[in-house]
Each structure stands twice: as structure tokens, then as C-alpha cells.
């Protein structure tokens, strides 16, 4: 299996300055705004669906027993919230593709 490219911040906002004919200030402004609104709107608890792309949602895990790996004392792994990802249908066949 091929090791995979990577693309960082700067190269998806100079990507996206590109693609929208903009400068690059403008495209990470935009950015910005589009990523700090799906983070306000899951934090607050909506499910943010962006058909064909993915959709992003609240994850809430119960408190739970565990074991520490390294000393094998058992431990109370409290409660807590993550955020969760699904892969649109559309974003997954052109992966495959």
C-alpha cells in the first residue's frame, strides 16, 4: 500500500484561493468561518450534515471501568464528549474510485 500524501493548512488554503479566484487572505478567512460555524454548531449539539461530504456530530461516552496497560490497577474513566464524523456516500465512492 502506497503512503499516503498529505495536505496541511496552507495547502488547502491556497488550494481553495485558487479554486474560488480569490486571495489567499480571503480564502482562509473563509475557511475559518466555515470551520469555526460547524464547531459552534456542534458544540451546542447540532448534527451538521453536508450531503454527498460527511456529517459531523456530538459523541457522548458513559463513565466506564478500564485498566491502566502499564500497571494493571483498575481505574474509573470518566464520562465525557467527542466529536464524531460519517463519510457521505458521494465523498466514499469517489475514494474508492
Avoid: W
Avoid at 496541511?8 to 460555524?37: P, W, Y
Avoid at 450531503?51 to 502499564?70: E, M
Amino acid at each position: 500500500m502506497a503512503k499516503a500524501k498529505k495536505a496541511n493548512r496552507t495547502q488547502l488554503i491556497e488550494k481553495l484561493a485558487m479554486v474560488l479566484g480569490v486571495s489567499k487572505a480571503q480564502a482562509e478567512k473563509t475557511l475559518n468561518s466555515v470551520l469555526d460555524t460547524i464547531k459552534d454548531l456542534v458544540v451546542t449539539g447540532y448534527d451538521v450534515n453536508l450531503t454527498g461530504f460527511g456529517s459531523f456530530h456530538q459523541v457522548s461516552r458513559k463513565a466506564r471501568d478500564g485498566i491502566n496497560p502499564k500497571t494493571r490497577e483498575k481505574m474509573k474513566i470518566p464520562a465525557s464528549k467527542s466529536v464524531g464524523f460519517k463519510v457521505g456516500k458521494t465523498f466514499k465512492e469517489a475514494v474508492k474510485a
